[in-house]
């Protein structure tokens, strides 16, 4: 045994005691501590790198998330049930939703406020609105196209989801630089999305077929049922027949050279159909255009640079078409009330109308009345086209949480909520998947969603100037009908109308 002296026994006994009962308890906690430290460190500072392609700030205790939507149709009951259930899935998100119940109050809101930090969050457009608005809105990102509900790949893969007329209406594309080959690319925006449809289909008051068709065993015309799309003969023949005076049913003649009706205008009790001019058809720009289109006839170029109807090689046909529609004035008087109205009221059998029309007409309980698809040329589908009419919610350009917004919209566009919203709105949903599962509680609202198909639109650079052109151009061939001459003057004039719109809007 080697002999130590006392102090030295003392000195390794307490360097023994600092080594057992401090030091490797503090070498162990740092062993400890020191990696986490360091692991937690690194995910903090990767997580801005690491974090998955599709992520949004949904907010947090101490930024909290307020998203303020203006609407201006729907039940402020509905709006905030979807706003509650959208706070549900993200608890530091608020969605305002705030009602403007005059719609040229919110139209005046818009044109002064869009595109500035003073305008809402979201609000909403109607679809042919986008050549006005485009410059003031986000669209949507890639990170929002890529996440649920309906993750995707591209613009075009989510809009196929809906119906062929929200491809051309709300897509935009934007020259951009590619970061990967420094090469400029076309972009292919999109800045909105429709909750629901409201198209154009034909009103029916089916007790006057069947007036008619007491009347005339020996002549019956057929009342169109619901499922039935009725050619525009079929129609002509119907608003001839249709057309009942305090003397009696008009006569119609027929002949070799053509159908003759004749009647008192002064002792008329009621039309049979609602069309042929502007003046008071509602909706009659779409109705023409349309009449137009299902006869392969275009009104303006994909490029937006060519007015289509009026080239050599359609001229013709689109006089023909013009004169053909302007003549159903012959049997209806621009100086009744207008068509939906006189509809209303019995004053007409077959009208034009929307789905949000539907319900002001179902409040005449006295009325047999069912709404048909819009009519076509043939009853051979591949060459059906029916017009579109809807609108669409779209985020500001200065929206501070752009993502946010377009996260809530397509949570409302998914297939369960729009089933949720259609049912709550009578709006016919936008996705033709809904076709059979939307209980709407009326077989008047399937016409719109069996429409969404055929669906087709054209671009009008600014909508309300391009309608009153073509409006223009029916009011002047019927007042006047119906002259080739006319119709072609009619034309053209309505086509350079039309082209000085596009060339301000390039």
Not at 410 to 430: G, I, N
Request: glycine share 4%; net charge negative; charged share 20%.
């Amino acid at each position: 045994m080697t002999y130590q002296p006392k102090q030295n026994r003392s000195s390794l006994s307490y360097l023994r005691f600092f080594k057992q009962r401090v030091l490797i308890p503090i070498l162990l906690l740092c062993l400890l501590v020191l990696p986490g430290c360091r692991i937690k460190s690194c995910q903090q500072e990767d997580g801005q790198q690491t974090k998955p392609e599709n992520y949004i700030f949904f907010g947090n205790e101490d930024q909290p998330i307020n998203i303020v939507m203006w609407y201006v149709f729907e039940d402020p009951r509905v709006m905030q049930t979807l706003a509650t259930k959208y706070n549900a899935k993200h608890k530091y998100v608020t969605i305002t939703p705030k009602q403007i119940t005059n719609f040229s109050e919110y139209l005046d809101e818009l044109l002064n406020k869009s595109g500035t930090d003073l305008a809402p969050d979201i609000y909403f457009i109607r679809h042919d609105w986008l050549p006005r608005y485009y410059r003031k809105l986000a669209p949507m990102s890639e990170t929002n196209l890529k996440r649920d509900p309906d993750a995707v790949e591209s613009v075009d893969d989510y809009v196929a989801k809906f119906f062929p007329a929200l491809g051309s209406d709300m897509i935009m594309e934007q020259n951009v630089i590619d970061e990967t080959s420094n090469k400029e690319t076309t972009k292919r925006n999109l800045y909105g999305i429709p909750w629901g449809f409201e198209g154009l289909a034909l009103f029916v008051n089916k007790g006057h077929f069947e007036d008619y068709n007491k009347a005339f065993s020996d002549d019956k015309i057929n009342v169109p049922l619901p499922t039935q799309t009725m050619t525009w003969n079929e129609l002509s023949e119907a608003s001839q027949k249709l057309i009942y005076t305090s003397s009696g049913w008009a006569q119609v003649t027929k002949t070799a050279q053509g159908t003759t009706v004749t009647y008192d205008k002064n002792k008329v009790v009621r039309y049979g159909a609602a069309l042929g001019t502007a003046v008071n058809v509602q909706h009659a720009p779409d109705i023409f255009t349309t009449y137009l289109m299902q006869q392969g006839i275009g009104i303006v170029s994909d490029d937006h640079e060519t007015v289509e109807f009026i080239k050599s090689t359609n001229t013709s046909d689109a006089v023909s078409a013009l004169n053909a529609f302007a003549s159903y004035s012959e049997v209806w008087d621009s100086t009744w009330p207008d068509s939906i109205n006189a509809f209303a009221n019995g004053k007409v059998s077959l009208a034009f109308g929307r789905s949000y029309q539907v319900p002001g007409i179902e409040k005449n309980s006295s009325l047999n009345f069912s709404v048909v698809p819009f009519p076509q040329r043939t009853s051979e589908a591949s060459s059906w086209v029916t017009p579109a009419y809807y609108w669409v919610r779209v985020v500001n350009r200065d929206c501070e949480h752009p993502e946010v917004a377009w996260d809530f919209i397509k949570f409302v566009a998914s297939t369960e909520e729009m089933q949720v919203y259609s049912e709550a709105t009578l709006m016919p949903p936008a996705r033709p998947e809904l076709l059979d599962s939307v209980n709407m509680n009326s077989n008047n609202y399937a016409v719109y969603i069996q429409a969404l198909p055929y669906t087709k639109t054209w671009y009008k650079g600014d909508a309300d100037d391009a309608d009153k052109a073509i409006s223009d151009a029916i009011t002047m061939v019927a007042q006047q009908c119906c002259s080739q001459n006319v119709a072609q003057q009619a034309l053209t004039e309505a086509a350079k109308q039309l082209e000085q719109i596009l060339k301000e809007y390039e």
